[in-house]
């Protein structure tokens, strides 16, 4: 089987749920604790043996291309001053030379259409989509998980997870079939799925969670550039154009998943991810009972 080795992380959006936040920095760089959005996204990743990302960016986000490069100022300065563990830490976010490639997306038409503008770069290989503004919190990471459904199953992974009651219709949603052995019912075989479904014809309560595996075949049914749900080109819909010539597992993964496409969803990221470190989770604790205690 062939082994996926690159993924593209469409980041061209408009962030219109982010603003005014994201109207000066591009929402991918919006903060998640200790570090941009991306970047978590970028190590779950890695952490799962991605060698090449390919981000889809728009006009006015430079910011994410010099995020992914040395800050030659200020690595001289801290070397100035002797601070080796904050260079450390800097050095640790770049990958090596040729690992990141950016991909200008000229006018937002859509998630699959931000897909299709990496298909040179992608090729004949099956491949990741990491939905930066998706965190998910899991040990194995989403993708990890992700992977080894794949290496049991091939053809087209989807991440899925249980919406929370009432929002199907924000998200893609799945259709599902025939359980998969082994995976303790959590990796099936899809029959459907439909993006952003009026509420009453979900077809399950499980939502698109923003990893996925496709296989290159994808690019044929982008290629027809049909516009779905809101009049944009989606990513679902070649999914689903693609179902009758491969097959679609949807897995369900084991973590947690902070979608930072508004204020409250950055908090709850913020919040979760501030917990969760090794280094600052109990100072972060307390700070949060503080704030809490006070109110
Ligand atoms: C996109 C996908 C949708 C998925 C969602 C996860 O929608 O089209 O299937 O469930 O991401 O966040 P968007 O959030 O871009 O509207």
């Given at each position: 089987m062939t082994r996926v080795r690159k993924a593209v992380l469409?980041?061209?959006?408009?962030?219109t749920r982010n603003q005014p936040a994201a109207k000066a920095t591009?929402?991918?760089?919006?903060?998640?604790f200790d570090r941009p959005m991306i970047a978590h996204v970028v190590a779950e990743g890695r952490a799962a043996g991605i060698e090449h990302f390919v981000v889809i960016v728009g006009r006015g986000q430079g910011a994410i291309e010099d995020y992914f490069d040395h800050a030659v100022e200020l690595e001289q300065g801290l070397a100035e001053r002797g601070r080796a563990e904050l260079l450390e830490i800097l050095n640790d976010e770049l990958l090596g030379p040729g690992q990141m490639s950016f991909v200008r997306?000229?006018?937002?038409?859509g998630l699959g259409h931000a897909v299709w503008c990496a298909r040179d770069v992608i090729g004949d290989e099956p491949f990741a989509v990491m939905l930066p503004d998706m965190l998910m919190a899991a040990n194995p990471g989403a993708l990890s998980q992700a992977m080894a459904a794949h290496e049991a199953v091939g053809g087209n992974i989807v991440v899925v997870e249980p919406a929370p009651?009432?929002?199907?219709?924000?998200y893609g949603i799945v259709a599902l079939g025939a359980e998969t052995p082994g995976f303790d019912g959590r990796l099936r075989a899809m029959t459907g799925m439909v993006e952003k479904p009026p509420l009453g014809t979900?077809?399950?309560?499980?939502?698109?969670?923003g990893r996925y595996i496709l296989q290159p075949g994808i690019f044929d049914a982008l290629a027809q550039h049909a516009k779905g749900a809101g009049g944009e080109i989606q990513l679902t819909d070649a999914m689903v154009a693609r179902l009758a010539h491969e097959p679609f597992h949807a897995l369900e993964y084991e973590g947690t998943t902070y979608d930072c496409g508004d204020a409250l969803g950055l908090l709850r990221a913020n919040v979760a991810f501030a917990l969760r470190h090794t280094g600052a989770g109990d100072q972060a604790r307390a700070a949060v009972r503080d704030l809490l205690g006070a109110l």
């Open positions: 469409p980041a061209a959006g408009l962030g591009p929402k991918n760089l919006l903060n998640v997306q000229m006018a937002p038409l009651e009432g929002e199907t219709h924000k979900e077809p399950s309560n499980l939502l698109i969670s």
